[in-house]
């Protein structure tokens, strides 16, 4: 599975941005997808998910009611739109897919994601 995250960029606080994540495979499709981030000196962390079926989400509490991920499989594209931006959302957003095909829990910890895109950086201006 190969992913390729691009849409990052500069935005002013209360902007809005959407990452994509192209993937391609022959069960990138099947496969659970997850955005991160990594801000400078911290910890990658969690940020949204969505399953295989695009029946089930899971969001970060920091992010709930602004960003809303979705995917579109016959475009093999995930992507991540991101509202009411701040701050302390700027980071390196990096894509991934779950290890195991056709499987979905709410909580999934990021050793289980497997494949990873390269990162985009997103910087929120105050």
């Known amino acids: 599975v190969q992913l390729q995250a691009s849409g990052g960029g500069l935005v002013q606080a209360g902007g809005s941005l959407r990452l994509s994540c192209a993937t391609s495979?022959?069960?990138?499709?099947?496969?659970?997808m997850g955005w991160f981030r990594q801000a400078p000196g911290m910890e990658r962390e969690f940020v949204a998910s969505i399953s295989y079926s695009r029946t089930s989400t899971n969001y970060a509490d920091s992010v709930k009611g602004r960003f809303t991920i979705s995917r579109d499989n016959a475009k093999d594209t995930v992507y991540l739109q991101m509202n009411s931006l701040k701050p302390e959302d700027t980071a390196v957003y990096y894509c991934?897919?779950?290890?195991?095909?056709?499987?979905?829990?709410?909580?999934?910890?990021?050793?289980?994601?497997?494949?990873w895109g390269q990162g985009t950086l997103v910087t929120v201006s105050s």
């Open positions: 991934a897919a779950h290890r195991l095909p056709s499987f979905w829990q709410k909580y999934m910890s990021k050793e289980s994601f497997a494949y």
């Open positions: 495979g022959p069960t990138a499709s099947s496969r659970t």
